[in-house]
């Protein structure tokens, strides 16, 4: 079964205490994301990679960090936590290829965090 | 400033009747259009999507029409089932590179049985 999978689904934590939420796609796809959705705003990308090994900014990338190192796997890295980065985390994954392309991005199940 | 609106928070329809929600966009560039439908505790999953080439797309009970003039899109339900009831999100994209989807707030639709 083609998916995305995120763990952990919810996760509570304190002010600076380092995370990682971790993402993983078996559909062999080349393109990665993550996107946060806040009430109001919609999802907005965090960060994206276009392959192993190559990552660049989204929309808001302040406060995060990730990596490619395997074609499968974009963990989504919190350094210094804050309490403004409480959200919904959404990682999605696209194949290569033309606009079509985008109604093959599937998205993870969404990790809940909360920053006291 | 958010690109892409969608004006209605929430809309309640009765199951067998016509579900239409709306979305409004103000970046020129976007030039592909998609609906996705998100249920609780779950990612969001494609419904249909539109070229800026075209002005409607049809997939079984789901129409989507866009007006470029208008820089205004909806989606049509006909006729709305209890199961899909859900949040609705408008994405645009405006290019390849970042396979960046540019998000609305979300519709809350209610069928009624």
């Known amino acids: 079964e083609a998916q995305v999978t995120q763990n952990p689904r919810y996760l509570i934590t304190v002010t600076g205490k380092k995370l990682t939420v971790t993402c993983s796609q078996n559909?062999?796809?080349?393109?990665m994301s993550w996107y946060r959705q806040d009430p109001g705003l919609g999802l907005r990308q965090i960060y994206y990679s276009m392959n192993v090994e190559v990552t660049d900014k989204g929309d808001v990338p302040e406060g995060y960090k990730v990596s490619r190192k395997e074609k499968r796997n974009f963990p989504l890295i919190l350094e210094s936590p804050s309490p403004n980065q409480t959200s919904l985390y959404f990682c999605?994954?696209?194949?290569?290829?033309?606009?079509?392309?985008?109604?093959?991005?599937?998205f993870g199940p969404g990790t809940r965090l909360t920053v006291l | 400033d958010q690109q892409v609106k969608q004006n209605s928070p929430s809309l309640s329809v009765q199951e067998g009747r016509i579900s239409i929600l709306n979305c409004d966009y103000t970046?020129?560039?976007?030039?592909?259009f998609l609906w996705y439908k998100k249920y609780p505790a779950e990612g969001p999953t494609f419904l249909i999507s539109?070229?800026?080439?075209?002005d409607k797309n049809e997939d079984g009970r789901f129409t989507v029409f866009l007006n470029k003039s208008a820089k205004h899109l909806s989606l049509h339900i006909v006729p709305s089932q209890p199961g899909d009831s859900a949040v609705y999100f408008c994405a645009a994209s405006a290019d390849t590179g970042r396979r960046a989807l540019t998000f609305g707030s979300g519709t809350r639709l209610q069928v009624q049985p």
């Open positions: 539109i070229s800026s080439i075209k």
């Open positions: 970046n020129s560039m976007f030039d592909y």
């Open positions: 559909m062999n796809h080349e393109y």
């Open positions: 999605a994954s696209t194949p290569e290829g033309g606009k079509s392309f985008l109604d093959e991005q599937f």
